[in-house]
């Protein structure tokens, strides 16, 4: 059964920066590509960033961009989100979703002074 | 910006069906959407159950079918039962590869 286990998160303080990662025992089998998700507490789900699986193509939230990149590495089978320049709304469980199907448990972030 | 709709809450008798939707702000929903649904609950990671518009995911009892009704998507749940209580999220794909959850439905079995 497939396996996607996120780690990284933390607590950062304001402006800081983290990197999450993503690791899948399947990531090069993706139909189509891999996102980040995260959900804030008490809130919904909101979906972060794409990397697509054909052309490495990259997009992002409006609320991420420029701050945040996504990327992989497929001889390590996982994915990778860099954040930089956070801030308190960036607090957040985040998971990994490939092919927004197959989930990972979430790791949580917190962006605190 | 587009802003993906569901109902905030539905409540539905154990053995009925049930039928959730999610639209979207500028227009119709199509298969062109490429709509999910998934739920969860509290303190879990999402579980998608419907992918594509259609495909239920391995695993997902038949109960749960998706569709297009009336330029929104939907999901039915035919012969709801106790443990279908949770709040179920739409996803849908806005073009430029840039994809929207909804706010999510509350779905109260009782």
């Known amino acids: 059964q497939e396996q996607v286990v996120e780690s990284g998160g933390g607590v950062v303080q304001p402006g800081g920066s983290l990197r999450l990662s993503c690791v899948s025992s399947e990531f090069t089998l993706s139909t189509y590509g891999l996102h980040w998700v995260r959900q804030a507490p008490g809130k919904g789900p909101e979906w972060v960033a794409f990397?697509?699986?054909?052309?490495?193509?990259?997009t992002y939230a409006d609320s991420v961009t420029g701050r945040f990149s996504i990327s992989g590495d497929t001889s390590k089978k996982t994915l990778y989100l860099e954040m930089n320049s956070l801030r308190t709304e960036d607090t957040a469980i985040y998971f990994c979703a490939k092919d927004m199907i197959t989930w990972g448990q979430g790791i949580p972030v917190t962006v605190s002074s | 910006q587009t802003v993906v709709t569901q109902e905030p809450s539905l409540s539905v008798s154990p053995g009925a069906t049930v039928t959730l939707t999610c639209g979207l702000s500028?227009?119709?929903?199509?298969?062109?959407?490429?709509a999910g649904w998934c739920r969860q609950t509290p303190g879990q990671a999402p579980r998608t159950l419907i992918g594509?518009?259609?495909t239920r995911i391995s695993g997902v009892p038949d109960r749960f079918s998706g569709s297009i009704l009336e330029n929104k998507a939907a999901l039915t749940i035919t012969g709801a039962q106790a443990d279908d209580e949770s709040i179920y999220y739409c996803i849908l794909y806005v073009g430029g590869d840039i994809w929207r959850f909804g706010g999510g439905t509350r779905l109260t079995v009782l």
């Open positions: 594509n518009t259609y």
């Open positions: 500028s227009g119709s929903v199509s298969t062109n959407n490429y």
């Open positions: 990397m697509r699986k054909d052309t490495n193509d990259k």
